[in-house]
């Protein structure tokens, strides 16, 4: 098979529920601790809903594996049923004894009733948890509500869980069932993964498998596709992970690529090409011949216009001296001497040899005293440029073809993420390149040195520039890369009790921070680190949980100064490309 092919021990991508391959992202945590809370208020209902796939069954089997061992549990998982078998299969699955050839809904309730009674005296909880309960009809609900009656003074005897898909909570929300609706102690609607949960979860499926962490199957790229196909749903993305292993697998292959993702979306989610239409091609044409005489007629009207935007030649251009700067030349210099190459655009938009005498592009190189304040389009980029600049921001060493394709290149890391806030993107501090569609509707890319009130300092391949946050805001997409410097081999968390070489290198660079001549500790994390490392967490407002993960090097980094900070890159920036400004 093809785990084989590529080492692994089995395959990592089947769709059956296994407790090795559990991953529980921030929002099944979230999902779990819900329905522990509902379980330990005691009585009324806990509602778990989520679509199909999302992970409602491994929320079961943890929440089933952290009841109290005082609790009884009946389960259903076949919820059509009317409200006699329902309470029929409570009975079995409690194992409560009743006549089998003449019952009725009393004689089952009673049953029922005087277990509960019973099985409270003796200090248990009792639990009825129903699995696909939107399958369940109007008046088997109503006799589930009528189930939480069973109380003592204190307390209700029977907590009943639902858990379904989201249309189960609109059914409840209906009139009728409103005497149930307000009886929901907890709910919680699981979510599908976003993009950095489902990267993680596929690289934990890997490495369960028995992948190395430092091999990369799935290029960010690629992972990217497979979240816009199954949108963060763990099941498909399974589906579609296994097809896709299995495509590279037959094409003798190392790593998936876009076509094996192309392939494996059409066979795995039945997406069909359309129905060939014999009007589609003359309705293009027309539409193109508009186009083009409407292009024309604008072209000709606004070249025309005294006050016209210059036009951007640096956005057809790579910054190829970024790519081919001899190691050990300044990264600043690198970016001030690709900005000098760029050709002076004049008020028609077209480039010419007199630089002197062309009136000054919007983004020409800009004085490092007021760096001038540029339209969006003309602050973004192609998709790499801005990354490429980012990374001659932090390293001397040429930029290889894709930065961000492994966890760390040329001791450098790239950190990717998405935000909903500048106040989020502004306490990094530091560079980021900023994912962003252009008014076209096409990938870009803006490189953001730093914040300042409502206006971002940007550097462009042509200089540096000043873009107001408000006309940015509808263009990014949330999504952000930025670079760092983490310790040689640092490649998951450290904690309390972990030996290794990472541990020594980050208690070093701790004893550098307090000016003192020995680390706390050598190769083991020990407990004085870890004190360390919560105190410094609390001074820096991170959480203070002693664990040093990226957030906690990425503030360590900038305190050291072993990163490029906002400031430093200005100060950099303005000095390299001042210069050549007054040339």
């Given amino acids: 098979m093809y785990y084989q092919y590529f080492g692994l021990t089995e395959a990592p991508f089947s769709i059956a529920v296994n407790p090795r391959y559990l991953f529980m992202s921030a929002r099944h945590r979230d999902a779990l601790a819900h329905l522990l809370y509902g379980v330990g208020t005691g009585g009324g209902f806990i509602l778990l809903t989520g679509e199909v796939g999302t992970g409602k069954t491994t929320i079961n089997r943890c929440l089933l594996e952290q009841l109290p061992s005082d609790t009884d549990v009946a389960i259903i998982l076949n919820p059509a049923l009317n409200a006699i078998e329902l309470l029929g299969s409570v009975c079995d699955e409690l194992g409560i004894d009743y006549d089998h050839d003449n019952h009725t809904l009393k004689t089952l309730t009673d049953k029922l009733h005087s ?6 005296a003796r200090g248990r909880k009792t639990v009825l948890l129903i699995d696909e309960a939107q399958h369940l009809d109007f008046d088997v609900l109503e006799q589930i509500r009528l189930l939480t009656n069973l109380e003592t003074d204190n307390e209700k005897l029977l907590q009943i869980i639902l858990i379904g898909q989201p249309e189960l ?33 596929i690289q934990h499926r890997l490495q369960v498998a028995g992948m190395s962490p430092e091999r990369v199957v799935f290029s960010p790229a690629v992972v990217r596709g497979i979240y816009k196909a199954t949108r963060g749903i763990p099941r498909v993305i399974n589906v579609l992970c296994d097809r896709m292993l299995l495509g590279a697998y037959g094409r003798n292959a190392g790593h998936v690529d876009h076509d094996m993702l192309r392939l494996a979306v059409k066979e795995v989610l039945g997406e069909q090409q359309a129905e060939p239409n014999p009007w589609r ?19 000709g009207k606004y070249t025309a216009a005294p006050d016209v935007e210059p036009a951007v030649a640096a956005r057809d251009s790579a910054p190829a001296a970024l790519t081919v700067a001899e190691p050990g030349s300044s990264p600043a210099a690198a970016i001030a001497e ?24 919007a983004t020409a190189p800009v004085e490092a005293a007021s760096p001038a304040t540029i339209s969006i389009a003309d602050a973004m980029q192609p998709p790499g440029d801005a990354l ?25 890391a790239c950190l990717e993420g998405e935000l909903w806030t500048w106040d989020e993107l502004a306490a990094f501090d530091r560079p980021v390149s900023l994912e962003t569609i252009t008014p076209e509707r096409f990938s870009a890319e803006v490189l953001l040195i730093d914040i300042e009130g409502p206006r971002a300092t940007v550097l462009t391949a042509a200089g540096l520039a000043q873009v107001n946050l408000a006309d940015l805001a509808p263009h990014w997409t949330g999504r952000y890369r930025l670079l760092w410097h983490p310790p040689e081999n640092f490649g998951r968390p450290l904690v309390v009790g972990d030996d290794s070489a990472v541990v020594a290198s980050v208690a070093q660079l701790f004893a550098q921070l307090d000016n003192q001549p020995q680390p706390l500790a050598g190769r083991r994390f020990n407990r004085a680190l870890e004190q360390r490392v919560r105190l410094f967490q609390q001074q820096n407002g991170l959480i203070d949980d002693g664990v040093v993960g990226v957030q906690t090097l990425l503030t360590l980094n900038e305190q050291l100064g072993v990163d490029v900070t906002a400031e430093q890159a200005l100060r950099q920036l303005q000095s390299a490309v001042a210069p050549q400004a007054s040339e």
Avoid: K
């Avoid at 000098?340 to 592009?361: K, N």
């Fill in 115 to 120: 277990f509960l009674l019973e099985n409270h």
């Fill in 338 to 361: 690709a900005a000098a190459e760029q050709p002076v655009v004049d008020a028609s938009g077209s480039a010419g040899p007199g630089a002197a005498e062309a009136p000054v592009a």
């Fill in 281 to 299: 091609w003359l309705v293009l044409a027309l539409l193109v011949a508009l186009l083009v005489w409407a292009g024309g007629w604008l072209l």
């Fill in 169 to 201: 909570a609109q059914m409840l929300a209906r009139p009728e069932l409103r005497q149930l609706n307000q009886r929901i102690t907890a709910r919680y609607n699981l979510d599908p993964l976003n993009f950095d949960e489902t990267n993680a979860y």
């Fill in 388 to 412: 490429a600049l980012l990374w001659a921001l932090n390293s001397d060493l040429p930029a290889p073809p894709y930065p961000c394709s492994e966890s760390t290149q040329l001791g450098l």
